[in-house]
């Protein structure tokens, strides 16, 4: 069972930053997809962010692109989004999640095989 936790959520006036953090297990750092959601209007899950593990390469939305940036640290076996010149829109759950590999399909949440349960991000 693979178990993906995201803490660093909570609430932040506009404009400020936060920095959401996803601990997954060692493997995942090589030659996998990370990636970071958020939860829609109603129940569907949004690509913001992902990096495929074995060449670095990162993949933003464009609501967030400019803003938000997706980095790991491999050592600490940890995946961050750092999050600056928050927007009320912003607010919402995000996940963390993985998957065998990134590509033009990155932002398609049906890619990626394993899911955190979430962190609330509220922007006021």
């Known amino acids: 069972h693979v178990q993906l936790v995201e803490s660093g959520g909570g609430s932040v006036q506009a404009g400020g930053s936060l920095r959401l953090a996803c601990t997954a297990p060692?493997?995942?750092?090589?030659?996998?997809?990370l990636g970071w959601f958020r939860r829609n209007q109603g129940t569907e899950r949004t690509g913001v962010a992902a990096?495929?593990?074995?060449?670095?390469?990162?993949h933003y939305g464009e609501s967030v692109k400019g803003r938000f940036t997706i980095s790991k640290d491999s050592a600490q076996n940890t995946l961050y989004l750092q999050m600056n010149s928050l927007k009320p829109e912003d607010t919402t759950t995000y996940y963390c999640?993985?998957?065998?590999?990134?590509?033009?399909?990155?932002?398609?949440?049906?890619?990626?095989?394993?899911w955190g349960l979430g962190t609330q991000v509220t922007v006021s």
């Open positions: 999640a993985a998957a065998f590999a990134c590509g033009v399909s990155w932002s398609n949440p049906q890619i990626f095989s394993y």
């Open positions: 060692g493997y995942m750092y090589t030659r996998n997809c």
């Open positions: 990096i495929y593990t074995g060449d670095g390469t990162t």
